[in-house]
């Protein structure tokens, strides 16, 4: 069965820098495109990142562009977010997605990383 397994979370100093990690298995990772959301207390859940399935095309928030940088290695069936220069506001649970399918889909969640950015 399809799993996701996020690491990498914690609490970091505003300014400070968090790698994320996403292991996946039980699908044929390098086929789909993963993406990262992440969800803020009281607010709804939110893209972050999204890779494709070679890993040459990323698309960003626009709150995120020029601070994180998703990747994957598909030797290892992982993904990563590299979040640098993290703001109070990038506080939040952080999850890897991917929905698999071609004629119909089925979303697959991961079940979250706490990201606290706090003095």
């Known amino acids: 069965q399809v799993q996701l397994v996020e690491s990498g979370g914690g609490l970091v100093q505003p300014g400070g820098s968090l790698r994320l990690s996403c292991a996946a298995s039980g699908f044929t990772f ?11 207390p009281g607010k709804e859940r939110a893209l972050v990142a999204r890779i494709g399935g070679t890993g040459g095309s990323t698309n960003y928030a626009d709150s995120v562009k020029g601070r994180f940088a998703i990747s994957r290695d598909n030797a290892k ?31 697959y969640w991961g079940q979250g ?5 706090s003095s």
């Open 77 to 107: 069936n992982t993904v990563y977010l590299q979040m640098n220069d993290l703001k109070p506001e990038d506080t939040a649970v952080y999850y890897c997605y991917v929905d698999i399918g071609v004629v119909a889909t089925i979303a």
């Open 30 to 40: 390098s086929s789909y495109a993963m993406r990262w959301y992440r969800q803020a």
């Open 113 to 117: 990383t706490q990201v606290t950015v």
